[in-house]
């Protein structure tokens, strides 16, 4: 089997020359069949070339620059204005006094060009290389389609580690709770999770891992399952529910150890009295988070410590709030404030704070709600530039309260 120098099979490899003059067609085609490419057709003009080309699939367009009827300007145009045709490689052919009408075809996508009279050394080069480059872009998307396939499935695969079902109040779980998270790119580093520990303790989490993309989704995915495991396990020497500052301490050790990738993570975490309403916390150099009470909204800066993953003696500090009937705490990642707009200007914390304390209900739902719509409206179409991620939770007020 007969292939050139770029490794196309030039016996399968289907040609258009396009030219007005007879000898030229005749030298191309006399040439081309010498390097082995035998299925070669000719158009005499450009409005025969664009008719067969909508009729039959080339790899190679030779296309002459001065043609009657539609020239090869023309030609040209419509195949870049056709998605279909777009990447179809086309060679201009020239007189070497053509030489600044060649350079208005490169600047409409023409691949290369061919100059008259026809040199075969460089015709041979010119047409493989054309080919390969053809070779490789198809090759390329084809690359590049199995990526985004497995990126949408990653990224699905992500979401399903996260909780979607958020239960509604009752008297045996007086609390409401909501929480969303959409990653900058197809898959993400940020982390929400709640799940109860015991009949009487929710934990719950938000966290961002640093980066963006597959490797900080791995490590998101690492740490929830030792976020889990831990919380549920770990238990104080007297057999009690270990502190908070205890689990993350424990967390930061397993996630620092065999840490090639210098990853780290920020993690918000508390521990919920379902009964009392009472939340003891650690954060582990986390966004503080705001607590809403009797009309005030404030940030929880208090307990803050390392980020996990840093140093494996990293130690933290565990605080107490309580969550009144009413009261509530809103979580959230530096996607948020860090939301640039068109003019490159940051959401930041106070436009962030002013929502809150705007915000005519604080139920979960209305409050990601309510930072979710000004933070679109505020970027007014820039592209998000990094993980979103907020978290809601709302002591409801009962009947009996």
Request: charged share 25%.
């Amino acid at each position: 089997m007969t292939r050139t120098a770029t490794g196309t099979n030039p016996t399968q490899t289907r040609l258009l020359v396009v030219d007005d003059n007879e000898d030229n067609r005749y030298t191309l085609i006399m040439r081309l069949q010498i390097e082995g490419y035998e299925d070669v057709t000719t158009a005499e003009d450009g409005e025969q070339a664009l008719e067969l080309i909508r009729q039959h699939e080339f790899d190679l367009i030779l296309l002459d620059v001065m043609m009657p009827k539609v020239d090869g300007y023309q030609v040209l145009s419509q195949l870049k204005a056709d998605h279909r045709l777009h990447d179809l490689p086309v060679i201009m052919i020239s007189a070497l006094n053509e030489i600044n009408s060649v350079v208005r075809c490169i600047e409409l996508g023409a691949d290369d060009y061919l100059p008259k009279p026809f040199n075969p050394i460089l015709l041979k080069a010119r047409v493989g290389a054309s080919l390969e480059k053809k070779r490789l872009r198809k090759e390329i998307r084809t690359h590049l389609a199995r990526i985004e396939e497995e990126l949408a499935s990653a990224r699905q695969l992500q979401l399903g580690m996260v909780p979607s079902r958020f239960p509604e109040p009752s008297a045996q779980w007086p609390f409401e709770i909501f929480a969303v998270m959409e990653p900058a790119r197809e898959v993400g580093g940020d982390l929400y999770d709640f799940f109860e520990i015991d009949n009487d303790t929710l934990c719950f989490v938000v966290g961002d891992v640093s980066g963006k993309g597959v490797s900080s989704a791995l490590f998101m995915a690492r740490a929830k399952n030792v976020i889990r495991l831990l919380a549920r396990l770990l238990r104080s020497p007297n057999g009690s529910q270990a502190a908070p500052a205890d689990i993350v301490a424990a967390v930061n050790r397993e996630l620092a150890q065999d840490n090639a990738g210098m990853m780290f993570m920020t993690l918000f975490f508390g521990l919920l009295n379902i009964a009392t309403g009472e939340v003891r916390f650690t954060n582990a150099g986390h966004n503080p988070p705001y607590f809403f009470s009797d009309g005030s909204v404030t940030a929880v800066t208090a307990c803050k410590g390392r980020a996990l993953g840093v140093r494996e003696d990293s130690t933290y500090q565990s605080g107490v709030l309580q969550l009144s009937p009413g009261d509530a705490l809103y979580l959230y990642t530096d996607g948020v404030t860090e939301t640039t707009n068109r003019n490159d200007e940051l959401f930041a914390e106070a436009r962030l704070e002013e929502v809150l304390r705007t915000a005519t209900s604080r139920h979960p739902v209305d409050l990601i709600k309510a930072v979710t719509s000004a933070v679109q409206s505020f970027a007014d179409g820039a592209p998000q530039s990094d993980d979103i991620t907020a978290l809601a939770i709302r002591r409801a007020r009962l009947a009996s309260d």
